[in-house]
Every structure is written in structure tokens, then in C-alpha cells.
């Protein structure tokens, strides 16, 4: 195999490790579309899902194998044959097909399976080879690598490479590992263990301790070439290595880091917007590169510094990850030209009847608004496509009774599968009420975690967002969506959230075949 020593790879695993987020399962298309915009923005790698997990991963994986223009298309596969054989039946179609297995092999993930340290290795020998067998390229892990003895993890890094891994992937599943180490340990690796100059290491690092980005760029000094990451560092617990981050860490800092990605990160924003919505995780405004004040500037001195010369507080410029240099905002004389315009240069191309079905919303939203600025824009983008035609259940009337005076009341219609249902229904005040309605209409057992209202731009007339995540069964779901009227964005956050939690319930198979498998503790 040739290794391309100044190319770091990026595999993302968005649509795998980031969907194991509670709460952040997408729907089959919402998964399709994410894939189609990681293969154009340049990821190497994409990690489509788990085929094995359900049905409805394996219909995915499969169906984005197919569709991948130039990505690599991965699946997810246990060490054992009938998870391999399943993803390579996913996998197949694709221009460039991956096998990815793994095992965990540090002492406290060695006695889930209750396996020897001789037994495992067996395994690993066996199950790399059948992969081998059926695909040319075979990604091996030994999960929670950071915590495993190191005269043990050499042997099985050994084992896996002599059995036909190409690319030999390095997992800090819990986040343990700090910087300095995770480089030494590539390093050593390549060093001490036959044959691994001859395959890619790779470096997986979770965010448990707030390091995973710089334990991902340490790997890479150390030696690794590809690193695994998703957008917006989506992820179980506190995340992975977000993939804006180590992308332009290395293009920004190329005097200390002289390695280079083929990503346009021009399209950064635009993808992380996309993932934040279908995922339901709203992206912290101070996130590094895609966060709302990342090229914010409020301290007077900032402000007199950037207005002389913008490079006095920014080490990358707005327009190098896809944000408009300013923010013009449309009224509601701005016709269908003005809008497409504005949309394609916040990263949207939109076709004639989803433009005509925008405008409808946008000139409703400008007979509300003195104003609409390109953050109201993105709002509407995201909420329009948050409400999928396949839906159970749509909001379609809202009327709310509220003030100083109990009760409150809450008269709602929704659409139930086929059929339109009213209901009325009180709470301690409107919100509480509507929500009361929603369940009285559409019964359910989820428990309210979180609700949360932020405002899409300043002003009285500013939409509101309103993020609901929600919780049955050990099943979490979040719902996002915004209104100028904060009561009405909450009933449709609600109900988004409910949507998803039927997907959720669809895809782990409720009251059917419901599988061993774990999405828990996977890399």
C-alpha cells in the first residue's frame, strides 16, 4: 500500500458514532442527504452506520454505498461472522467498499465477551481474515486501545495486520488519553510492530476530558494518517473529535502541522447547519468554527481592531468555512431573485418548487418581521425541512388563553397519521397546556429532559427557537423548531420530537426482533 505521508484522511462517522448521540436518530433520508453532503465537501471516509443494528441501518448503508459519488462507504461490524458478512452485503455496491471490525481489548472491556487474552486473539486472527476474504479494504479496531496493556495491544495490532487489515485504527473510546500520549502510542506502534509501515493507522478520540481534538492532532504526529470525527464533534457522552476542528487546525497552523486534507471547507457551515437540525443538537454558540460567536465581536477593543485590519482578532477568515462576509437582511418587498441569491450564498441551492414553497414561508415570516436576516433565513431553511412529509403527527391549528388569570388553556388541532383531531386541554400556563392538548391527542409516556428557548436574531419581532428533547423507555429524542411566536415553535418542537421518537421505536424493532446488539460503548 502507497501512504501519502503529508495526506491525513478524514473518515467521519457523523451517520455511526455521531447518531449514537440519545436523542440525535435521523430518519433514512436525513441520512442520505448528510452522506451525499460529506462525499461533496471531500471526506475520504465515510462510516455509513451499523448494518447489523436493524434493518433499517442496513437499508442506509447500502443505499448510500450505492449512491457515493468518490467516498469510501463504511460499515460497522462486530468480530464475529454474521455482523461481517452483513456488512459486506451492505457495503458492496459501493465504488470503494470498507470493512470496519472491532473488539474490545483493554481488561475491562475483555470480560464483556469473557474472553482469554489467547481466545481473543484467535478471534482477531479469524475474523480479520474473513473480512480480508471479502473485501480488499478492512479497517480494524481494538476498542478502548488507550486503556489496553501495551505489550497486548502490540500483539493484537501484529495479529490484525498479518491477517489483512489495511488500515489499523486506534481508539480513545472513553476519552482518556491526553495529547502527548496519544502521539507516543502511534508512534510507537509503527515503530515496534511488523509490518505497520505497510497500513494506515488511524486515531478515534472521544471528548470525555475536552482533549479529543487535540489528542486526533497529536495522533497525527505521531504518525497516524487518518483520523475519525464527525460534524459539529456529534458523539456519545460529551462527543468525538469534531471534524471542522482538526480540519482547520491543520490548515490554519500548516506552519507546525505540514499535512493537508482534501476538504472544501467552504462547505462547513453548511453541513454543520444540516447535521445540527436532522440531528436535533443545537450547536453551543462559543463552538469553535461553527459556533454563532466564533467571528463575533463585541469588546470595544476587538471591535476598533478588526475594523483597522480583520486578522488583528480572526486566524481564519468567515468566508474560508462557508459564513457570508456580511449579513444582509431581506424585507418583505425582496422577491423569489433576492431570496435565491441570498440562500445560495449561506450554502443553500435550492430547486424551483422547495424555493417557491420557501418564499410562501419567508414573505409570511417578513409580514411579521421589519427584517429577515440570513440567520431568520437559515431558521426557516432548517424548519421546513425538520417537518417531513412522512410525519405521524403535524401541527395544524394552535389557539392559546394566557395571562395573570388560571387556568390556561390551549385549543389544538393535529393530525394524527391520516386523520385531523382536536382537542382543549389546560396547564400551568400555555405552554404546559398545549402540550397537555398534544398528549391528550397523541398519548404517550415521554418524559419531558429539556426544553429551551434561544432567539434566532435580537429585536422584539425575533424568531424564537425552542429545542425539546424527550425520554421513553431509555429511548431520547429531540425536537428543534422556530416562530415568531414562541408557543407555537414549542408545540412544533414538541411535536418533532414525538416524529422522531416513532422512528426511533420503528428502528429498534419495538415488540419485534430486537437485536444483541449494543450501540452503547462501540469505539
Avoid at 448521540?21 to 475520504?44: F, N, R
Avoid at 463585541?298 to 471591535?303: A, D, L, T, W
Wanted: a negative charge; one cysteine or more.
Amino acid at each position: 500500500m502507497t501512504i501519502d505521508k503529508d495526506r491525513v484522511l478524514i473518515f467521519d462517522t457523523t451517520l455511526r458514532d455521531g447518531e449514537q448521540s440519545p436523542g440525535a436518530t435521523m430518519s433514512h433520508d436525513e441520512k442520505l442527504e448528510i452522506a451525499a453532503l460529506l462525499d461533496e465537501m471531500g471526506v475520504d471516509i465515510i462510516e455509513a452506520g451499523f448494518p447489523i443494528a436493524s434493518e433499517g441501518d442496513f437499508a442506509a448503508v447500502s443505499e448510500i454505498a450505492k449512491l457515493a459519488k468518490s467516498a469510501t462507504i463504511c460499515g460497522l461490524a462486530r468480530a464475529n461472522y454474521k455482523d461481517i458478512d452483513r456488512c459486506w452485503e451492505a457495503v458492496k455496491h459501493a465504488v470503494s467498499p470498507r470493512i470496519h471490525t472491532f473488539i474490545g481489548t483493554s481488561p475491562q472491556h475483555r470480560a464483556i465477551p469473557n474472553l482469554t487474552m489467547d481466545e481473543m486473539a484467535d478471534r482477531i486472527h479469524e475474523t480479520v481474515t474473513h473480512a480480508r476474504n471479502l473485501c480488499d479494504n478492512v479497517q480494524w479496531s481494538p476498542m478502548d486501545a488507550t486503556r489496553t496493556e501495551w505489550d497486548y495491544l502490540r500483539r493484537v495490532v501484529e495479529i490484525a495486520i498479518k491477517a489483512g487489515a489495511t488500515t489499523i485504527n486506534i481508539p480513545d473510546t472513553v476519552g482518556y488519553t491526553a495529547p502527548v500520549e496519544s502521539a507516543d502510542l502511534i508512534r510507537r506502534l509503527i515503530a515496534e510492530v511488523p509490518g505497520a509501515d505497510e497500513v494506515i493507522f488511524a486515531t478515534h478520540c472521544h471528548n470525555d476530558l475536552g482533549m479529543a481534538t487535540a489528542n486526533a492532532l497529536g495522533a497525527v504526529a505521531g504518525g497516524a494518517r487518518q483520523i475519525e470525527c464527525t460534524i459539529n464533534g456529534l458523539g456519545e457522552r460529551a462527543g468525538n473529535t469534531a471534524l471542522e476542528e482538526v480540519v482547520m487546525a491543520l490548515k490554519v497552523r500548516h506552519d507546525i502541522m505540514p499535512w493537508h486534507t482534501n476538504i472544501d471547507t467552504r462547505k462547513i457551515m453548511h453541513i454543520s447547519r444540516r447535521v445540527s437540525t436532522v440531528s436535533g443538537f443545537a450547536v453551543q454558540p462559543n463552538k469553535a468554527i461553527v459556533g454563532k460567536n466564533a467571528f463575533a465581536h463585541e469588546s470595544g477593543i476587538h471591535q476598533d481592531g478588526m475594523l483597522k485590519s480583520a486578522d488583528t482578532f480572526e486566524i481564519m477568515r468567515p468566508e474560508d468555512v462557508g459564513l457570508a462576509g456580511t449579513s444582509l437582511p431581506l424585507g418583505k418587498h425582496s422577491g423569489r431573485a433576492a431570496l435565491r441569491a441570498k440562500l445560495k450564498d449561506l450554502g443553500f441551492d435550492m430547486v424551483d418548487n422547495q424555493l417557491n414553497d420557501l418564499f410562501v414561508r419567508f414573505k409570511a415570516l417578513a409580514d411579521r418581521k421589519k427584517e429577515v436576516f440570513d440567520d431568520d433565513l437559515i431558521a426557516l431553511v432548517t424548519d421546513a425541512a425538520a417537518a417531513g412529509t412522512e410525519d405521524h403527527l403535524e401541527l395544524k391549528f394552535l389557539r392559546v388563553i394566557c395571562g395573570t388569570e388560571a387556568p390556561q388553556s390551549a385549543d389544538i388541532t393535529l393530525r394524527v397519521g391520516d386523520a385531523d383531531k382536536q382537542a382543549t386541554a389546560q396547564g400551568d400556563g400555555p405552554v404546559d397546556a398545549a402540550f397537555n392538548a398534544v398528549k391528550a391527542l397523541y398519548p404517550n409516556e415521554a418524559a419531558l429532559q429539556l426544553y429551551q428557548v434561544s432567539a434566532v436574531t435580537e429585536g422584539m419581532d425575533a424568531q424564537a427557537t425552542v429545542t425539546v428533547r424527550i425520554e421513553e423507555d431509555g429511548r431520547i429524542a429531540t425536537g428543534q423548531s422556530a416562530d415568531t411566536d414562541t408557543v407555537v415553535a414549542s408545540v412544533k418542537a414538541y411535536v418533532n420530537a414525538l416524529n422522531r421518537l416513532i422512528v426511533r421505536r420503528e428502528k429498534l424493532g419495538e415488540g419485534s426482533d430486537k437485536r444483541e446488539v449494543s450501540y452503547k460503548d462501540v469505539n
